[in-house]
DNA sequence: CGAAGATTTGAACCCCCTCAACTGAAGTGG
DNA sequence: CCACTTCAGTTGAGGGGGTTCAAATCTTCG
């Protein structure tokens, strides 16, 4: 499996710290290699949760699992380059995933998938290469199908299409909150409504991001998300490591000002 | 027609220059009151050639087609207002058209709609209120396609469907590329590659857009705009009003460094 | 424990924005 | 035809948000 992985350049991630390794080094690596599997048994019913496979055919759903591996990749693996032939249709199912662009030694971070959701669909579906590079962050459990299975499917499956179309419009709908927020919002509004976000309502939680990347995401650096998350306490925010206490929400709110049309994720 | 309309705030254009007309306000206005004509029979044979309608049936296409007005606004008009619920999808058969995003009296633009697209396809499919506003540039002519009617056709014409699917990725990957050079790039090298893009090969070209508009798609003041335009001349690039000369294409591109995977849209 | 990475803090600088004034082109109306 | 307005674009001065570089903690983990 991945043996159409070419050695494309790695990537130098964000303010460069060396090179990591492609899921091809594992596969050749024997720390990591494991046969792929054929999907296991208790991954199908929830991938059948899924949005996008919950409308098609029993038949065509069962037939597309029979053609899926699934494979646990370590923390800090490539698993796919941007501007690679889309090979495979992903879905996560345990872990954590970044999605990410690079150009000129600089990285950045589009995406952050939690467990659960497809991605790359759009370049699976387009026989396109990918927009973006994938990595995983923890150690994480993904289902590998075919794009030229998962295209065959689209072509017979009429549900199955119509899935296809929710999740894209979901996906776009995601970018332009992306790009709205960056090209509205200075850094500091950014994390303000990003910790507003990741709340919902309560008024303590725990970031599930490391601090460096949630600087790429929110398009800054890591000395400045360090400053901003202190210029945020005089409106009643408090982070100390991983913990985030909001003590005067009605603050961060005046401050932060969310809108629907950026910040909720549902619309 | 847009009977629909809220009076939902104006928002402000980028760095204020008073309200703007709604469309609502046009069909009351006699000036532009235009009784809304079903479509023209000299406008159907262009929409059918869209990929978004080139593989329907012929029959689920007339349907449709019949279902459709066509109206032309002057320009500068509010089309749509983003929030608010998504009554027709919008086909642009001649003009230009700005997709943009506001908050806290901010504006800004984030997609040029060249004639002959359609336009806020994602909203009319989830039946979700749109993620942009829409504003006409220049006079335009505008096919209006009930959205009830195309989420009808939808539902029942496969292969309409899947011409959905065609256009989201499309859009989704445009926006993507937006993101990406948002956060990848400075605002020299965001128009270093416009200039680049917009060049197609050739050394000499007339820029299709005002440099104020220019300047909020590449997320820059107008007067930033004007002194990068300046600070490209040393790498061979001359801009008169709307005329651009490109004397050094190789000291260009070696400057801005163009990405098939940001720069390059049929990818 | 020791090494490597993540986070924080400080200092200096630069890109880009804001504000203000000016220029030039395009109407408009007398 | 020409003042007058209007608006896009330009230019200058000043300031602020954010970056870069460097170094000091703090964590994590083998």
Known sequence: MLEGETGLCRLAPYRETGPGLTAFDASLDTRFARKDTPMRAEDVPEMRKLPLFSGMQQDNFEALSRCAYVQTFPPQLDLISEGEPSDFLHILVEGRVELLASWKRNETILTLVPPLSTFILAATIRDAPYLMSARTIDRSRVVLLPSEDVRRVFETDNAFARGVVAELAQCYHGVVRHAKELKLRTSMERLANYILRQSRGQTEFE?????????????????????????????????????????????????????????????
């Open 207 to 267: 970031l599930d991001i490391e601090k460096t990347r949630l600087a790429s995401y929110l398009n800054m650096t890591a000395e400045n998300l360090s400053r901003s998350i202190r210029a945020l306490q005089p409106y009643g925010v408090k982070i100390t490591g991983a913990n985030v206490t909001i003590e005067a929400p009605a603050e961060l709110k005046r401050f932060a000002k969310p809108s629907q049309l950026i910040d909720d994720s549902s619309n």
